[in-house]
């Protein structure tokens, strides 16, 4: 453990207070007003604002919406389990905040492993964490964050100690994680690759008035440049469904009114234009696609039309603005190509109803949200089918 | 100070307004009101007043006059 200790970088608290915390009862007062101080912290800030995924959060773990969550929730005689180990991703700078919150409220200790990278996002929830908790010093054993590097001896023993194990994504990392085992009682939760794609009906997009078309440059943006594409409902994929003609027409003004509006919001770094450029040559390669030189809008935008809309579709991941695009004419050509890595369907001027009913007649296993382009997503607690309050926590049942 | 004034200090530090500005505030006209901007706004006024609003209140309140009229639901009433 001593030897251990000198490899780990602590931002907030310690393995050993944490480990010996009591569990407590889900939507424990000390936990509200711990988050509700959190949220007051992370609002306070003057540039917060420039962080749309930081205000989002911080609001939601305000006083006013645990209030209300806790009301949802059949909470009598229910308590954490003790101890979770969370495995936070480097794609998304909040992600590590949300598993903290939903396992807090859950009534758990945590110890989180924070990724090696460094956002301006983190480096602000520490602080505020950092300050809250000198408020509330009884909840300082709850709340231990951490970064190490590939050090299997620290996920052993950590793995060991806790009752549970949550590793947020993505395949390789939750192999990775899973060489080191939990004890017989410890259980673990895992959030794997997923892949999500856009649909847009061609006609309707052509007959849309010129400010709805604006509104859906706007929210595309929101769902993919924003995160870098990152986020695992990022489409990474755009498929036009109707007569082609006026798809390919759709297509061509989508994409210039997208152009515009990275160019005013989007900063490319130099390294993301190589990596596009190689990640474009790869899939090309290995899916028999056409890089059409007019599909190219400037550096920031590079569409590449695959051939068609194969199952292993979800082997075409690109970033920093690389999208694939493929042409169908019905909803059920993309439908029955869904795989179970498949999770959201964002689309514009496509029957709801109708994809459903696609997916249950096809059976496909995978599609877990269907929503509008742009469609902002507040958190929840649940996630992927799972409910973190019921997932995290025990009832005890008393006759 | 009056439930008024906090209510003006609250538009004026969150939308960095003055005078006129916060009498006529609304929401995605007044600069910096935008979704983001909401949040803040809606987050510091129940900190200010001491009170947890309804989702359906939260969307509803469109500007600095609408709102006078939700918070009296709360009875918070902004004398003129």
């Not at chain 1, 929101?222 to 036009?240: E, G, I, K, L, Y």
């Not at chain 1, 809309?309 to 190509?337: H, M, T, W, Y």
Request: net charge negative.
């Amino acid at each position: 453990m001593i030897l251990m200790q000198q490899n780990i970088e602590y931002m907030i608290g310690s393995m050993e207070e944490t480990v010996h915390a009591k569990p407590l009862p889900v939507f424990d007062r000390n936990v509200i007003e711990l988050l509700d101080d959190v949220s007051k912290e992370i609002l306070k800030i003057r540039n917060v604002r420039e962080f749309e995924d930081l205000v989002s959060i911080a609001f939601w773990i305000r006083k006013a919406s645990l209030i209300k969550m806790k009301q949802q929730y059949e909470t009598k005689d229910r308590l954490g389990y003790g101890l979770m180990f969370h495995i936070t991703p480097s794609n998304i700078p909040v992600q590590f905040l949300y598993s903290l919150v939903v396992s807090l409220l859950a009534g758990n200790a945590n110890i989180i492993r924070m990724s090696q990278k460094e956002f301006e996002q983190g480096r602000i929830i520490c602080e505020a964490l950092r300050k809250s908790l000198e408020k509330y010093p009884s909840m300082l054993p709850y709340v231990c964050l951490l970064r190490y590097g590939h050090d299997k001896e620290i996920t052993d023993e950590l793995s060991l100690k806790c009752d549970g194990r949550i590793v947020w994504g993505g395949d390789a990392t939750i192999s990775k994680i899973r060489e080191s085992p939990l004890s017989a009682r410890a259980f673990e939760l895992t959030f794997a690759d997923r892949f999500s794609l856009c649909i847009i009906n061609g006609q309707k997009y052509l007959e849309a008035p010129s400010d709805t078309k604006e509104k859906l440059a706007h929210g595309f943006y929101t769902d993919t440049f924003f995160s870098d594409q990152n986020a695992c409902n990022s489409p990474r994929m755009v498929v036009w469904i109707g007569e082609k003609e006026s798809c390919r027409n759709a297509a061509e003004i989508f994409w210039n009114l997208e152009k515009e509006v990275v160019e005013q919001k989007y900063a490319l770094e130099q390294i993301s234009g190589v990596n596009k450029l190689l990640q474009e040559c790869t899939i090309a390669i290995e899916m028999d696609a056409k890089r059409d030189r007019k599909n190219s809008y400037g550096n920031y935008v590079n569409v590449v039309n695959v051939g068609e809309v194969s199952p292993n579709i979800s082997d075409c991941k690109g970033n920093g603005g690389l999208f694939f695009q493929a042409f169908v004419e019905n909803v059920r050509d993309i439908i029955k190509c869904v795989q179970k890595d498949w999770q959201t369907l964002s689309y514009y001027g496509v029957c709801t109803t109708e994809i459903l009913c696609a997916i249950r007649e096809t059976g496909v296993k995978g599609i877990d949200r269907i929503v509008p382009i742009g469609q902002s997503m507040p958190p929840s607690l649940q996630w992927e089918g799972i409910d973190f309050i019921y997932s995290l926590s025990r009832h005890i049942h008393v006759l | 100070m009056n439930n008024k004034e906090k209510y003006r200090k609250v538009f004026q530090e969150t939308f960095e307004i003055s005078g006129e500005q916060i009498d006529n505030a609304e929401y995605t006209v007044t600069a910096g009101w935008d979704s983001v901007g909401h949040m803040t706004l809606v987050a510091a006024l129940e900190d200010e007043f001491d009170i947890m609003m309804d989702t359906d209140d939260i969307i509803d309140f469109s500007s600095f006059e609408v709102g006078k009229q939700i918070l009296k639901k709360y009875d918070v009433l902004i004398d003129e």
